[in-house]
RNA sequence: GCUGAUGUAGCUCAGGGGUAGAGCACUUCCUUGGUAAGGAAGAGGUCAUGGGUUCAAAUCCCAUCAUCAGCUCCA
């Protein structure tokens, strides 16, 4: 008798060993038909491996993460089937399953590529041989059995790969004509495969070590439904449409110049504007917590960065020193903000009483990035981080970590993201000396944030070795109205620069104490961040955030005095307006200026002019009928007020 | 940085060894209008840069620069 445990607790008993199918299918046979893979005690099987002793299981469909895994496991098998099929002799590296799809790496014959082109030829492959209905099969076999079989195949990566295993835990996976070394799990058969898109072709170095071999890398995504796919295609457009980058072009927000640099970010009129609202938002959110602005230069003596540790850690990568002519004194473009921080706060004695000092800077810093990873405004040379560092004692160091956490969860509220997760980086303690300062600093820093996101009831995952050089770090990451993830701001505690600053304060006892740092930047930088928010929102900005919140359309060019006499009114009262006085039709001027995503449009014509009234439209939603002029100016101020006073709450 | 693709007007893109193309945007004129494209004319380009091949190069070759994608997801 065999005790199955399912996740609801309840039990189920079979005489024999019995498979995660049958288990289902004794379910409900619509169950059976959905199921792709099942957790046998927390560990991915197939199908139809037998589960031969009780055990607690977890049965997966498409919509969790477990299924589309083994889905598109499979996936990457058949392709891997169908690219021996059309290139035989090619020899296969690693093919798994990723986020959105699959990929697989493989080493085509002498002479042979594959081009964009090539891959529909390559999905009509697949689908052909998906429904030849072949089932796959899982063989276990000893390290000889399967390093002898893929030396007939002369497959040397495969070999390099099972060289590393341990004896005893080999799985060959096969269907058709095809085998594979796998751990699994995989689909019971490959005809649940019914809808194949290759998206892409790359180079990839062999286990992504420049010295090795490039392997031709092709990506594909695939679904269980014909319908999926096509959904997926759409988002696919939509997330292209949302392009910063593009966007960014049409609304006159930045732009890019080879002769200023590549990765240096000029932000036009209108971008400038957006950038200064959402620095006044901020400003205004941290003065109610408490935090000074300071201003600090764009340089600083190397000195500065060596005392830091950032010079030992990233001077050889970074922008190099600036000398003067005369005394060949040695600058560096500042690449961090805290180093210039520390220095006022030396600048003066503290007491515990002054404590904490939050200190505040949209400090605009310098990394030198590999030309490769540049990237719209995501990944750039110069930006501005709208920065601060906190000084306090250890019993200030819980509350003022969660108050920069209240302060996150501001933003969040007030650009509308939703849906967010927190991860908490830490070192790797096998790997110390990428890390300055001591183990017990480390220790009392990093369980700080682990506390202080625990009391704040933060959704955190963990990872080792992604911690700051200097410090652990809070990260959070956001989700986009199109589901994509974006790191944005991060929070970290620091024992260590205090330290290298000799930086003190007087306590209570009158003896010299050290006081922590806490580093943060709710949105990280101003540069993505703005890019960030215009994926987002697809460029349609909120009221208070966007930079033209009313353009004013005469019907005709009579009207243009009575439209600049409406503008010049609104723009008093702090409402961004423009007039739109070209020499064109009413119809033309709704549709430029609804493509330009403007929020109200205010339509004047005779009527309008007559009795001080302006018509409505509003973005998307059509004409919303007509109001006096301080009507309106109060609807906005209204709606932008609560927009404002929501995101304090 | 490495690999590959791309680079033609402000934007989106066609073309292609023998006088440089379209649509949109722009300028001027006509039109003066009522809720998503009125009409006409015009201007705008050393075809990324530098070399080479050729009687002739924007086109073919090489180099450089920039942009895009991938190189980070590890059977």
Known sequence: MINITLPDGSIKQFENPVTGYEIARDISPRLAKEVLAVSVDEELWDLNRPIESDSSIVLHKWDDKEGKHAFWHSSAHLMAEAIEALYPGT???IGPAIENGFYYDVDLPEGKVIAEKDLAVLEKKMLELARQKNNIERREISKDDALNLFKTKADEYKIELISELEDGTISLYSQGG??????????????DI????L????????RGDEKNKMLTRVYGITFPKAKLLEEYLVLLEEAKKRDHRKIGRE?????FSQDVGMGLPLWMPKGAQLREQLETFLKKVQKSFGYEQVMTPHIGDVRLYKTSGHYEKYGKDSFQVINTPQEGEEYLLKPMNCPHHCEIYKARPHSYKDL???????????????SGELHGLTRVRGFTQDDAHIFCTPDQLNGEFKKVIDIIFIIFKALDFKEFTAQISLRDPKNTEKYIGSDENWEKAERAIIEAAQEKGLNTVTETGEAAFYGPKLDFMIKDAVGRSWQLGTIQVDYNLPERFELEYTGADNQKHRPIMIHRAPFGSMERFVAVLIEHTAGK???WLTPEQVVILPISEKFNEYAQKVSNKLNNCDIRTVVDDRNEKIGRK?????LKRIPYLLIVGEKEAETDTVSVRRQGQGDQGTMSIDEFAQTIEKEVKEQMTSLYV
């Open 91 to 93: 020899k296969f590296g």
């Open 178 to 191: 095809f085998t594979d070394l796998c751990r699994g799990p995989h689909l019971p058969n490959t005809a």
């Open 194 to 197: 019914k809808a194949i898109k």
């Open 199 to 206: 998206l892409s072709v790359a180079g990839a170095y062999w």
């Open 251 to 255: 609304m006159d927000l930045f732009t």
């Open 356 to 370: 904490p000092l939050r200190y505040a800077e949209f400090g605009t810093v310098y990394r030198y990035e590999q």
């Open 541 to 543: 900005f909120p009221l």
């Open 590 to 594: 709704i549709r430029d200026n609804e």
